[in-house]
């Protein structure tokens, strides 16, 4: 299994403009993770899904992020419109049940 | 909510010697906790894990001790090598996983040769 797959792995991109992140979970886990990582608040929960419903999205800074899960294979994180205290590194998670999660490589996002 | 302490933020150690990590946890239903390892610009990912129902669990160098009454937990690393160096991150859960995880806010660990 590849893992858990995210795009792009970099993105920089000016204030005011829509960000897409993008997910594929490993194959068969049923949960899916959203975290943000900052140097100042570490690893923030935004938001996960099971069974491709999401379950809590209190961890959603504003509005302006909104996630969707249309089937197993896929996720996506939006932001629009982004502001510079967006930039921080989001990182996809999966995991299946009572397993660990596996995180995928990231996306740093800078907005600049 | 749960919530989850992490000392020390910063640990600096010599080549072979030992290190600890401890974690507080504020919620007395969760029941498991892990701990990952992040290096530098990678992901993090998962290095042991520990369920309420044992106190400890070693897997070569590093072991995990687990005081529920304290509601605490400790990440023990022994013989430390420079290649341990790494941002190390403890959480807690509950329902056994079938949960989100609440993570540490990290212990940078720096093995000097």
């Known amino acids: 299994d590849a893992g858990v797959i995210q795009s792009p792995r970099h993105e920089v991109t000016e204030m005011g403009q829509e960000v897409t992140l993008r997910c594929k979970p490993i194959s068969g886990h049923d949960y899916l993770f959203w975290y943000r990582q900052t140097m100042m608040r570490g690893l923030e929960l935004l938001i996960y899904f099971n069974n491709n419903v999401p379950i809590d999205d209190s961890g959603m800074p504003e509005d302006r992020f909104s996630a969707k899960m249309p089937n197993a294979s896929f996720s996506t994180l939006k932001i629009q419109p982004s502001e510079p205290r967006d930039s921080a590194v989001y990182f996809c998670?999966?995991?299946?049940?009572?397993?660990?999660?596996?995180f995928g490589s990231g996306t740093r996002l800078t907005v600049v | 909510g749960e919530n989850v302490e992490q000392h020390p933020s910063t640990l600096s150690v010599q080549e072979g010697d030992s290190a600890v990590i401890k974690c507080t946890y504020s919620d007395s239903a969760s029941n498991y906790f892990p701990w990952y390892k992040q290096e530098l610009g990678k992901r993090p990912q998962l290095i042991i894990d520990?369920?309420?129902?044992?106190g400890e669990k070693k897997d070569q160098r590093i072991a995990v001790t687990l005081n529920k009454t304290a509601k605490h937990f400790s990440l023990h690393i022994t013989e430390t090598q420079p290649e341990d160096s790494a941002v190390y991150f403890c959480a807690a859960s509950k329902n056994s996983g079938y949960s989100t995880l609440t993570f540490g806010k990290g212990t940078m660990l720096l093995v000097s040769p």
């Open positions: 998670a999966s995991s299946q049940g009572t397993s660990g999660y596996t």
């Open positions: 520990i369920r309420s129902n044992v």
